[in-house]
C-alpha cells in the first residue's frame, strides 16, 4: 500500500512508546526504522505470520487476504491510517548466557568478541588467555528485513534501509557488550580491544559497504584481508582507545566467523585429514587434507539448524526441545530447557527428533510421514506428527536448562507467553518442517562430501572432525550419524562451542598474531559450489539415512 506521506503515531504496547509511521504504509517499515525487534522471516511478504500485531485503538488499512489466512493481523500488511495503539505479538527477543563456569574476570586487561552471525549474534569478554568466561547471544535484530542474507543484501540496494540495517546491528553489539560487561563486573576502562566477524553479508551490513557485489556473481565480498575498522568505541560503550577490528574472510560467503572457528580448532596444527563443520544457516565447511592448503566451502543450508523455517521452530532458549524420545507406540518424551512446558523446537531438538522417529519408525528414510505411525495426522494437506499439547507437560528427564540463565523481556500479565502452538493446541513436526531438515542435511552432507572428493579422500581417512556454531554447542553425535549430517564411518565428532568467539579472542589478545590471521583465510582455498556436480550429490544425500 502506497503510503499517503502523512505522518500518524502509534503507540505500541509493550513497550509502552510512540512510534512515528507513515500513513498507510505498512507499520513493520516503522518498527524497522524505530529499531524495535520483530520476526519478519519472510522479509515482509505476508508469507511466515510471524509479524503479529493487535490492534487497539485508531484507523487502520482492511485486513489484507494473507492476514485473513492466519487470522491476524501482520505488521508487513497493516496500516495506521491515524494516530493510535498496537500490540506486538510476535515473539519476545530473549538473550541466552553460555555456560561458561566464571561469573566475574580476574583483574587486568580484557579483550571483547563479537560473531555476527545471519540468525543469532554473540558477545563475549575474557583476559588475557583467550579462554571465554562471559558470553551472551540473542537473536539477530535483522530478521525483521528476513531470516535470509538475500532478503537483507536486496534491502540494502536502498541506502535508507542499508542505514538501518547497519545501526540496527550495531546497537544490539553495544547492548550486548554492556550487558557482559555488567555480568562480569568488567569496568569499561578495561578494555582492550573488540574484535569482530560474521559471514560475509553481515559484515557487510555491519560496515555499510556496497551490497552489490555480494549479491550478483562472482560474489566478492572485498573482506578476504584483515581489516582495522574506525568505528567509534564510545559507541559500545568502550574507551576511546579500544581497538576494533574484524578478522579477515576466506571468500564470498566463507566469511571472517570460518576464520575464527579454524583458529580456535587449530585446524591446519592438529591430525589430519582433518573437517571442520559451522551447521548454521550458511554452512561453512573446511577440509585439512593430509597435505597441501585446506579446502573451505558454503552451503545454502537454511535456518533449520537455528530454529528457523520451521513451523513448530524457536530459538534456543527456555522452553525449546532440544532432545527427544520417540516410542513405537507413538509416545514422545521430550525434554526441554529450563525444564518447564514446551514452546517451540531448537536446531539440535529438531535433529535429534528426527533422529528418534527414523528409528521408531514414525519417519521414513526418503523424509515421508509414515501415516499408518501412532500420532502422524494430517490436516489440509499436510501431514504432521504430534509431539504435545499445552494442556499437558512433556515427559522427560530433567533438562540442561540449569547450565543457562535465560533473561525474558517483561510482557504484560494479560498477553500469552508466546510459543508454536497450532490452533489445536498441539505442538506439531509438519511434513514440510522435515523438507526443511532435508534439505540442511542435504546441503551440508553435499558440502563434505565433495571436498572429501576433491581431496581424494573417504570418510573413514579422516582423524577429525569438527562441529561449531550454536549447533554445535549441543551436538548430539547419534542423531548427526542416523540422519547422514555427519559421516558414520571415521573419529567420533568434537564439539566446539563457540568457535569463532575463541577464535575472535585469541586474535584480540594477540595469541594469534595478525599475520596468523590473514595467512590462514589466504592460504585456504574456496571450492565453489552449484554447479550441475553439486547438484547431482546433494540430490543423492537428502536422503535421511547414514552416509556411508
Known amino acids: 500500500m502506497v503510503g499517503e506521506d502523512r505522518t500518524v503515531t502509534v503507540r505500541l504496547l509493550p513497550p509502552g512508546i510512540e512510534v512515528p509511521a507513515r500513513a498507510g504504509a505498512p507499520l513493520l517499515e516503522a518498527l524497522r526504522r524505530a529499531g524495535l525487534f520483530v520476526d519478519a522471516s519472510c ?51 530473549e538473550a541466552v548466557w553460555a555456560p561458561f563456569p566464571a ?31 562471559v558470553e551472551l547471544r540473542t537473536t539477530n535484530p535483522q530478521v525483521a528485513w528476513g531470516s535470509d542474507v538475500l532478503r537483507r543484501l536486496a534491502a540494502a540496494a536502498d541506502p535508507g534501509e542499508a542505514g538501518a ?90 566469511g571472517s566467523d570460518t576464520t575464527g572457528g579454524l583458529l580456535a580448532a587449530a585446524l591446519d596444527r592438529g591430525m589430519r585429514p582433518a573437517l571442520f563443520l559451522d551447521a548454521g544457516t550458511n554452512g561453512e565447511i573446511v577440509l585439512a587434507p593430509s597435505a597441501g592448503p585446506m579446502l573451505a566451502a558454503s552451503t545454502a543450508a537454511g535456518p533449520a539448524f537455528e530454529g528457523g523455517h520451521l513451523t513448530c521452530g524457536g530459538p534456543g532458549t527456555a522452553g525449546a526441545v532440544y532432545g527427544a524420545e520417540v516410542r513405537p507406540t507413538g509416545e514422545v518424551r521430550l525434554q526441554v530447557i529450563g525444564g518447564g512446558p514446551a514452546r517451540w523446537v531448537c536446531g539440535s531438538g529438531v535433529l535429534q527428533l528426527a533422529a528418534a522417529m527414523l528409528d521408531a519408525g514414525a ?52 498477553l500469552p507467553r508466546l510459543d508454536r502452538f497450532g490452533h489445536q493446541g498441539e505442538l506439531r513436526l509438519t511434513q514440510g518442517d522435515v523438507r526443511e531438515v532435508q534439505l540442511a542435511v542435504g546441503a551440508i552432507r553435499a558440502g563434505w562430501r565433495i571436498l572429501l572428493q576433491r581431496a581424494g579422500l573417504q570418510p573413514r581417512d579422516l582423524r577429525r572432525v569438527v562441529v561449531t556454531g550454536s549447533f554445535g554447542k549441543a551436538l548430539d553425535a547419534h542423531a548427526a550419524r542416523r540422519t547422514g549430517l555427519l559421516p558414520s564411518a571415521g ?58
Open 363 to 414: 519417519l521414513r528414510e526418503d523424509g515421508r510421514l509414515e501415516k499408518s505411525f501412532p500420532g502422524v495426522g494430517e490436516e489440509g494437506g499436510m501431514a504432521f506428527f504430534r509431539l504435545c499439547s499445552r494442556a499437558g507437560s512433556p515427559e522427560g528427564a530433567p533438562s540442561r536448562g540449569s547450565t543457562l540463565d535465560t533473561r525474558h523481556a517483561t510482557r504484560p500479565p494479560d
Open 103 to 133: 561469573s566475574a574476570l580476574p583483574p587486568g586487561t580484557v579483550f571483547l568478541a563479537a560473531d555476527l552471525g545471519t540468525t543469532t549474534i554473540s558477545v563475549a569478554a575474557s583476559g588475557q588467555d583467550g579462554e571465554p568466561l
Open 491 to 548: 573419529p567420533e565428532p568434537e564439539a566446539l562451542p563457540s568457535g569463532a568467539v575463541r577464535g575472535l579472542l585469541r586474535a584480540a589478545a594477540g595469541l594469534d598474531s595478525r599475520g596468523r590471521c590473514e595467512s590462514l583465510a589466504r592460504g585456504t582455498v574456496h571450492v565453489p559450489l552449484g554447479d550441475e556436480a553439486f547438484q547431482e550429490v546433494f540430490l543423492d544425500s537428502l536422503a535421511l539415512r547414514p552416509y556411508p
Open 165 to 254: 540495517l547497519r545501526e540496527t546491528i550495531r546497537r544490539s553489539v553495544g547492548e550486548l557488550a554492556a550487558c557482559v560487561l555488567e555480568a562480569g563486573r568488567i569496568e569499561p576502562s578495561r578494555v582492550r580491544a573488540l574484535a569482530l566477524a560474521g559471514n560475509s553479508a553481515m559484515t557487510v551490513l555491519f560496515l555499510g559497504l556496497d551490497p552489490r557485489p555480494l549479491s550478483v556473481a562472482p560474489f566478492r565480498s572485498g573482506l578476504e584481508r584483515l581489516r582495522t575498522v574506525a568505528l567509534d568505541p564510545g559507541a559500545f560503550g568502550l574507551p576511546r582507545g579500544a581497538e576494533t577490528f574484524f578478522l579477515p574472510g576466506i571468500a564470498s560467503f566463507v
Open 43 to 93: 522479509g515482509g511478504q505476508g508469507l511466515c505470520g510471524r509479524c503479529a500485531v493487535q490492534a487497539l485503538s485508531g484507523r487502520w488499512s482492511p485486513l489484507h487476504d494473507d492476514e485473513l489466512r492466519a487470522g491476524r493481523r501482520l505488521a508487513c500488511r497493516s496500516s495506521p491510517l491515524s494516530d493510535g495503539s498496537a500490540t506486538l505479538l510476535s515473539l519476545e527477543r
